[in-house]
């Protein structure tokens, strides 16, 4: 099993940066692949970002392409977020996910571990 912890978010204005860290513990580390989800209120889960378990391949939802970045330092044990140019419509709870595979999947459900959240809010 591993533990995910999300940290790094908060207020931002609009055309901001926020940097979003998510720290694994419990389990090798390099045996996982890791992705980002966000959730607005009352909305549906969303993929953002996904990144395989060698950090080789990355993926990313066509609403946060070109200004979202993860990476991963298996080193450290921990996946980030990099987000740039942020909009308004970027204001949600942002998850952290894992699941014990080689590629990294893209639907919700094929994640098995996830973290409590970290908020972001965009302002204009």
Request: glycine share 12%; proline share 2%.
């Amino acid at each position: 099993q591993v533990q995910l912890v999300e940290s790094g978010g908060g207020l931002a204005q609009a055309g901001g940066s926020l940097r979003l860290s998510c720290a694994a513990s419990g389990s090798t580390f390099s045996s996982y692949a890791m992705g980002w989800f966000r959730q607005a209120p009352g909305k549906e889960r969303e993929f953002v970002a996904a990144i395989t378990w060698s950090g080789g391949s990355t993926f990313y939802g066509d609403s946060v392409k070109g200004r979202f970045t993860i990476s991963r330092d298996n080193t450290k044990n921990t996946v980030f977020l990099q987000m740039n140019s942020l909009i308004l419509e970027d204001t949600a709870v942002y998850y952290c996910a894992a699941v014990a595979r080689p590629w990294a999947p893209t639907n919700t459900n094929e994640y098995d571990y996830w973290g409590q959240g970290t908020q972001v809010t965009v302002s204009s």
